[in-house]
């Protein structure tokens, strides 16, 4: 039997609109004539599955009068899909298509066109995943680990552009010297004549610096938030006990990044913030979606990233029960399930949590626990935490649901960071090289002895999600994403003035790194 027959079995049952157990495609792959096999088990399947079962396969082999293939394992309890008796409409994004939602039965999965997706070229790589690592107990010297390794990893980025001397040497420097500092922040107040009082702090001491008001460096303070790691350099003043600042520098992405792409014509769905279980879950958009990803149209679309909140939770804001259509936390996993087995079976799909997920809120957030795999496991998808980098075919993806961007615009001004335009908050993230900068604030956030919220390694895409509003840009050559979400706006949104983008889905050309914005909605 040759090695790639099985992934051939799903990529063809895939194109005519088929998921299928891996019981099921082991009893396909071990039969004599494995092509004749595929067509009886088709023919097996009932009228209103679109799922292949073990039962299916070796109903159509028994009556086959070559050699019997030995029987797998029962896959007993499984369910089947039911479809409707005849194909549904196939949506490219453009048109409406009535629909509705499936009110807990089994979703549809639709067939349509011919793409093909060969398993065997799928790459996907993450780093990054902190899932069975935690290590904080809450503990002081957790806290003292964590801003410790956020200090040092963040102020080997900036050492190279500034002559750094540590606090006390700064101390011990005569007046009107040139020196130059690399700290976290730790303080930010404005002075009586309207100057900025900077404090920035290593790991021997605190030490404070001064941005006069006239200076262009001035508007660089308002991006400032506590606890990032920035260098500044000035000259002392003539007692030697404050900084004046001439420059500031952030950690940032180099203007000279050159973003990887893929080798071959291949292309990425990026989307967020589905929330299956509220009553503002767009099921006809979400219809729309998976119908379209089984079409000619969206050839070459093989990967489906899904940057956190797949459900709407439980408890999450206030009275927020009033507006749920599935009240039970699991049974909002199993109805995912089932819209999520409406995409191709042979899309890589990778999934992050996020705030409304069944995961700790603190950040970073593990992948979800085994429990949670099981309920959404049809297509065998990745989980990992939250944030993590994805690397696909070459192309590295920062996938972080976003939930420290409610902070960032709430803290900067509206021209650096707002609601309308997400893309602005994230850029802000790059800028200081780590996703979630500012400690003790609206954020939770768990001291580990690793802070693994730092951006590291510049990524070619950061997606993000969480503030259910659409934004897409480049800064410094790193194509940058919101993908907005699939829940039309809710009471309580209404009540914080938050009107979502939804039905929307970022496809991403990881050849070009070209952006192309599907609306379903």
Excluded at 89 to 115: F, H, I, K, M, Y
Excluded at 448 to 456: A, N, R, V
Aim: net charge negative; hydrophobic share 35%; aromatic share 6%.
């Amino acid at each position: 039997m040759p090695l790639e027959t099985p992934a051939r079995i799903v990529s063809e049952l895939a194109a005519r609109g088929y998921n299928a157990e891996r019981e099921a495609i082991t009893l396909l792959a071990d039969a004599e004539d494995t092509d004749a096999a595929l067509e009886r088990a088709l023919e097996a399947v009932p009228q209103d599955a679109l799922k292949i079962e073990v039962s299916h396969v070796k109903r159509s082999l028994e009556t086959d009068t070559g050699p019997a293939s030995a029987d797998p394992p029962s896959a007993a309890g499984t369910t089947p899909s039911s479809p409707p008796t005849e194909d549904p409409s196939v949506s490219t994004g453009n048109n409406t298509q009535t629909s509705t939602d499936s009110g807990g039965l089994d979703a549809v999965e639709t067939e349509g066109g011919s793409r093909h997706i060969d398993p065997e070229q799928l790459v996907v790589d993450i780093a990054g995943d902190m899932t069975g690592e935690s290590t904080g107990t809450g503990e002081y010297k957790d806290f003292v680990a964590v801003f410790r390794d956020r200090y040092e990893r963040l102020s080997k980025k900036l050492r190279g552009r500034v002559n750094h001397r540590p606090t006390d040497a700064l101390e011990a420097l005569p007046g009107n010297e040139e020196a130059a500092l690399v700290g976290m922040v730790s303080d930010i107040r404005s002075t009586a004549s309207g100057h900025w009082l900077v404090e920035l702090e290593d790991t021997n001491g605190t030490f404070p610096t001064l941005v006069m008001k006239d200076r262009k460096i001035a508007d660089l303070v308002q991006e400032l938030l506590l606890d990032e790691v920035i260098a500044v350099e000035g000259t002392l003043a003539d007692d030697g006990g404050i900084l004046f600042v001439d420059s500031l520098h952030f950690p940032d992405v180099p203007r000279t990044h050159e973003p990887s792409t893929a080798d071959r014509p291949v292309k990425a769905a990026l989307i967020s913030d589905v929330h299956v279980g509220s009553q503002e879950f767009m099921a006809d958009a979400w219809h729309r979606f998976a119908d379209w990803l089984h079409t000619d149209d969206a050839e070459g679309v093989e990967y489906l990233l899904i940057a956190g909140d797949m459900v709407e939770g439980v408890g999450v804001y206030p009275d927020q029960d009033e507006e749920l259509d599935v009240i039970d936390i699991y049974d909002q996993y199993e109805r995912f399930s089932e819209y999520l087995k409406e995409v191709p079976g042979d899309m890589e799909i990778v999934m992050i949590p996020g705030n409304h997920d069944a995961v700790r809120l603190a950040e970073p957030q593990p992948a979800f626990d085994s429990e949670l795999r099981d309920i959404m496991s049809a297509h065998d998808a990745r989980f990992t935490s939250n944030p993590s980098t994805v690397t696909i075919e070459g192309v590295s993806v920062l996938m972080y649901h976003g939930v420290s961007l409610d902070e960032v615009i709430a803290e900067l001004p509206d021209e650096k960071a707002n609601y309308d335009e997400p893309h602005k908050a994230m850029y802000q993230l790059l800028k200081k090289r780590h996703v979630a900068p500012q400690y003790g604030g609206h954020t939770r956030l768990a001291p580990e002895e690793k802070d693994h919220l730092i951006i590291d390694e510049v990524p070619d895409i950061f997606h993000s999600g969480h503030v259910h509003k659409l934004g897409y840009g480049k800064y410094h050559n790193v194509l940058t994403i919101n993908s907005g979400c699939w829940q039309a706006q809710t009471d309580f949104q209404k009540s914080v003035n938050i009107d979502p983008d939804a039905g929307f889905a970022p496809i991403v050309d990881l050849e070009t790194l070209e952006l192309t914005i599907r609306s379903f909605g």
